[in-house]
Nanobody, 125 residues
Framework: QERLVESGGGLVQAGDSLRLSCEASGHSVSRKAMGWFRQAPGKEREFVASISWDGKRAYYADSVKGRFRISKDNAKNEISLQMNMTKPEDAAVYYC??????????????????WGQGTQVTVSS
């Protein structure tokens, strides 16, 4: 089965760091741009960060710039989201997704699909 599996979520205090991981199972994402999205209760799913297929470019939502960093490890078939200086508004279910077409830059959120099941991040103040 071709799946994306997120992990690493949990409870942190505001200001703490957390690292999320997304493993692609049953298929390779080495040629795919990847992204992280999140959805808080009562809100729509929103873009957080993305990275080009080759890992040379990254894009971030304004709300997380300077705090989060996305990375891509093709050898492990994984992407990660390093979350630093977390804020209460970062609390959400975080989802991993891959871009529909290969060799993309990951610059358009609408092009992502194949969502994972998500991992819960809770930030207390």
């Amino acid at each position: 089965q071709e799946r994306l599996v997120e992990s690493g979520g949990g409870l942190v205090q505001a200001g703490d760091s957390l690292r999320l991981s997304c493993e692609a199972s049953g298929h390779s994402v080495s040629r795919k741009a990847m992204g992280w999205f999140r959805q808080a209760p009562g809100k729509e799913r929103e873009f957080v960060a993305s990275i080009s297929w080759d890992g040379k470019r990254a894009y971030y939502a304004d709300s997380v710039k300077g705090r989060f960093r996305i990375s891509k490890d093709n050898a492990k078939n994984e992407i990660s989201l390093q979350m630093n200086m977390t804020k209460p508004e970062d609390a959400a279910v975080y989802y991993c997704a891959e871009e529909r077409m290969p060799y993309g830059l990951g610059s358009h959120a609408r092009n992502f699909a194949s969502w994972g099941q998500g991992t819960q991040v809770t930030v207390s103040s």
